[in-house]
Nanobody
């Protein structure tokens, strides 16, 4: 019943930054986060955030570079991605528990 729409993807050079956003259809009283899928690879966990902004977790490959946050007044979550690497190239999917997914936004990082 929940609709999630990602935005902010694009092309960036290695070392650059992007900010992804995910807008929900209503107030989401749940964990939300991001997953990604790179070409030829399985889905990978990126980040998770609890309803009140606590319980933040990151995948090992993005720790220290990515920051997740949420704005419940706007029903959005944000992923600030810094120091991007070519290995970060993937489709990034917004997630809300339980088993709610956006359609994805493409992030491409060039060498």
């Amino acid at each position: 019943q929940v609709q999630l729409v990602e935005s902010g993807g694009g092309l960036v050079q290695a070392g650059g930054s992007l900010r992804l956003s995910c807008a929900a259809s209503g107030r989401i009283v749940s964990d939300m986060g991001w997953f990604r899928r790179a070409p030829g690879k399985e889905r990978e966990f990126v980040a998770l955030i609890g309803w009140s902004g606590g319980g933040i977790r990151y995948g090992d490959s993005v720790k220290g570079r990515f920051t997740i946050s949420r704005d419940n007044a706007k029903n959005t979550i944000t992923l600030q991605m810094n120091s991007l690497k070519p290995e970060d190239t993937a489709i990034y999917y917004c997630y809300a528990s339980l088993n709610n997914w956006g359609r994805g936004t493409q992030v491409t990082v060039s060498s």
